[in-house]
């Protein structure tokens, strides 16, 4: 059983997605400041990564965001977060965002949701880490990208064990009893190597 202080939640942020994303995102921010889990996550006020602030501030958790310079520019910050740290780049974003947790959640998003997930799933891959990681298939909207990893292990470019490098759940309230099913981490993070 994995023990959780923080959970990095990767997601969009944009405004104009599926209405219902932005509630099931509020909701987890509510779930994890209810579990005393801190959120870390990408630092904007925007899209589901506002909505998951916004609940977890709003249920008195702690909330880490992490954002880089050029993105703090252009005013997405989150003011209210426990703490917003802007960084150089968004290397060093998403090396402090893996630091600072302890599991990983991809809830909806785009281009940017799927970058911060294969690169912790290649990590995993290459041993670098084995904190869990949750697929949240919110009404199938990850049923391409499922697919998609399928392909490439039956096209022999992965082996069928990657699978094993994370869950999927179709609920946001079967994120965290996942979360907590999954083994302890055995292998020290080494950002050395990252």
């Not at 889990?37 to 916004?54: E, K």
């Not at 940017?112 to 990681?133: N, Y």
């Amino acid at each position: 059983m994995t023990k959780l202080n923080s959970v990095c939640v990767y997601c969009g942020s944009s405004n104009d997605g599926n209405p219902s994303h932005r509630t099931d995102a509020n909701r987890f921010g509510g779930q994890l400041a209810a579990a005393g889990i801190a959120l870390v996550y990408g630092g904007g006020r925007v899209g589901l990564m506002g909505a998951v602030a916004d609940g977890a501030i709003a249920g008195g958790g702690t909330v880490v965001g992490i954002i880089p310079e050029h993105l703090m520019r252009a005013e997405v910050g989150h003011g209210q977060v426990t703490e917003l740290h802007v960084v150089p780049s968004m290397h060093v974003r998403k090396e402090m965002m893996f630091a600072r947790s302890d599991a990983f959640v991809i809830l909806p998003g785009g281009p940017g949701t799927l970058d911060e997930m294969f690169e912790i799933l290649t990590w995993r891959q290459l041993g670098l880490h084995d904190k869990p990681l949750v697929i949240v298939n919110l009404a199938g909207y990850w049923d391409g990208l499922i697919a998609l990893i399928d392909g490439i292990i039956a096209a022999k470019y992965a082996r069928p064990s990657f699978r094993a490098f994370y869950t999927v759940v179709d609920s946001i309230d079967a994120v965290l009893p996942a979360l907590r099913a999954a083994p302890p981490a055995r292998t020290p993070p080494q950002p050395e190597k990252l």
